[in-house]
């Protein structure tokens, strides 16, 4: 699965276990274990991507990375500010998920080191230098908002400008 698709699997999982009072959880946006929620995986997240079924038509090409990412089922909303505030809480380290990609990450218990941030980059289809790693950061954090609202997430406008 992709960098992406992990994050959106994540914060989506979490909605499926506990929805927000007032909010919609996503429906089937999680993969049981061992297996891949989603079509159009890297070739570098292993065989088992090789045999995944092919993207239902009209949605992006395998490899793009909203294929990669589960989206909410259609009409239903996961308040993605409120899953990650009670995570947050919850957490002995302060992390502030709300400007940091590498804060988001550790939040979610996912690798936040450079190289993954990298590869999220190519995913995402950063243009920059990936070697300005504030920048980068700054544009990973951004995007990941923004994929996140495309995909069915409740996100502040603040958070994807």
């Known amino acids: 699965m992709s960098i992406l698709g992990r994050i959106v699997s994540s914060i989506f999982g979490h909605a499926d276990a506990a929805p927000a009072p007032g909010t919609t959880a996503a429906a089937g946006t999680t993969a049981a274990p061992g297996t891949s929620a989603t079509p159009g995986t890297s070739a570098k997240a292993g065989a088992s991507t090789a045999a995944a079924p092919a993207a239902k038509p009209g949605a992006p090409a395998p490899g793009a990375s909203t294929a990669a990412a589960p989206?909410?089922?259609?009409?239903?909303?996961?308040?993605?500010?409120?899953?990650?505030?009670?995570?947050?809480?919850?957490?002995?380290?302060?992390?502030?998920?709300?400007?940091?990609?590498?804060?988001?990450?550790?939040?979610?218990?996912?690798?936040?080191?450079?190289?993954?941030?990298?590869?999220?980059?190519?995913?995402?289809?950063?243009?920059?230098?990936k070697n300005d790693s504030g920048s980068m950061n700054i544009w990973l954090h951004k995007q990941v908002m923004t994929k996140l609202a495309e995909n069915g997430g409740k996100v502040p406008d603040e958070l994807r400008k």
């Open 71 to 129: 989206a909410a089922k259609p009409g239903t909303t996961v308040d993605v500010t409120s899953i990650l505030d009670k995570l947050a809480a919850s957490n002995n380290e302060k992390l502030d998920w709300r400007h940091s990609i590498v804060d988001l990450m550790k939040l979610l218990n996912l690798d936040s080191s450079l190289a993954t941030r990298k590869t999220l980059a190519d995913e995402l289809h950063y243009s920059g230098d």
